[in-house]
């Protein structure tokens, strides 16, 4: 019975989900449109509201300034990590029969071309668009793994669940686990890549 009210919880956050992810498409498809009626217009605005990279540099606090190595020192052991998890993905998934995670689903770089950012501001978004897709591409590739391998909800509460956690068996649920694992495997490997 409380198994049966998680899911209910669960499909309506999805749904809610869904229903945001077509807003927010929407909301990029009136832009690109917008775009393309007043794209001059647009462009203007953009060098108008550009802050010069002298200003910026200017108007930013000193602190702000003396962590900047400390963010970008974060960048290395992310491409390590990505190196780690991609190879992990190329040579497990297929031995499992795992569809595999497209990285171009999660790791999307399109915000550094804004006309109104300076270059120090590209490169953050630079930053920030590949290290929050990562961490998105990670998460899914664990979340497969995890499906796959120890599909059981956990006993306490989880702040944050990952895509495929609505899935999972309860804790202590030995005889759901024993027959329903195989089909939930069966099921990763049917997925469309």
Known sequence: MEHQKIDELVAKIK???SELEMELHQEYEKFTCEITKKREEILESYRHDRQSLLRYLATTPILHLLSAPVIWSVLIPALILDGFV????????????ITKVKRKDYIIVDRHRLGYLNIIEKLNCLYCSYFGGLMAYISEIAARTEQYWCPIRHASRVKSIHSRYQKFFEYGDSSHYRHGIEPLRKELMEEKE
Do not use: G, N, R
């Open 86 to 97: 991609s190879i992990y993905q190329w040579i497990c998934f297929p031995i499992y029969k």
């Open 15 to 17: 749904a809610l989900e």
